[in-house]
């Protein structure tokens, strides 16, 4: 089936420091959606890309989808404390789930 | 709107109990899922529900059930507890799925001994 994978699994950076967090899909996808998760939350969604080529920018945060639309990517431009959490990529499976990857867990040292 | 509510938020169990978990949602969403997350895994689909009535297996449905005798109620069974089902469950919810957010419970913590 198909499957969504996110590197790196796991992310340090000092405050200031920018991140990147990266999707893969095994197959191609018709839209991906980014959700964000605190420690000790839920999974609360972001945005979501439609289009191939897609640059999507949520004030510190810029969302790009593949032209081929089979990989994703969230970068995060001068981090701050509050981006602690996790990020996770999902994509639709078969037209009635989303499947996620594993997420990255970024972590922010000040 | 309370969005999506789970009960209990944490539960102990031993080996071989059973239990329910209980997720609503009032947003009238069609669709309905149950996922499990353990460290380092991710978010896993246990089972879902395209409409009342009606259920299907996820990537991870072994030990457990599901119901949708209502709209707005799904419901998560464990038959048999075993510490490998220990793990923190989400319920989330969405009214056209891969179109538009899905929103999640809080999550129930449950440990198995």
């Known amino acids: 089936g198909q499957q969504v994978m996110q590197i790196p699994q796991y992310q340090h950076v000092q405050e200031g420091e920018d991140f990147t967090t990266y999707c893969n899909s095994s197959?191609?996808?018709?839209?991906i959606q980014w959700y964000k998760q605190r420690p000790g939350g839920h999974p609360v969604f972001l945005i979501q890309?439609?289009?191939?080529?897609e640059v999507k920018k949520q004030k510190r945060l810029t969302f790009q989808f593949g032209e081929a639309k089979k990989n994703s990517s969230l970068h995060i431009t001068a981090t701050q404390t509050t981006d602690v959490g996790t990020y996770f990529c999902?994509?639709?499976?078969?037209?009635?789930?989303?499947?996620f990857g594993k997420g990255t867990t970024l972590s922010v040292s000040s | 709107n309370a969005g999506v509510t789970q009960t209990p938020k944490f539960r102990v169990l031993k080996t071989g109990q059973s239990m329910t978990l209980l997720c609503a949602q009032d947003?009238?969403?069609?669709?309905m899922y149950w996922y499990r997350q353990d460290p380092g895994m991710g978010l896993r689909l246990i089972h879902y529900?395209?409409?009342?009535?009606?259920?299907a297996k996820g990537e991870v449905p072994d030990g457990y059930n599901v119901s949708r005798l209502k709209k707005q109620n799904f419901l998560l069974g464990l038959e048999s507890a075993a510490p490998s089902q220990t793990s923190v469950y989400f319920c989330?919810?969405?009214?056209?799925?891969?179109?538009?957010?899905?929103?999640f419970g809080p999550g129930t913590r449950l440990t198995v001994l």
């Open positions: 989330a919810s969405t009214d056209r799925v891969g179109v538009n957010e899905q929103f």
């Open positions: 197959t191609t996808l018709s839209n």
């Open positions: 890309l439609v289009k191939s080529g």
């Open positions: 999902a994509g639709l499976q078969a037209g009635t789930a989303l499947i």
């Open positions: 947003m009238n969403h069609e669709y």
């Open positions: 529900s395209v409409g009342e009535g009606t259920t």
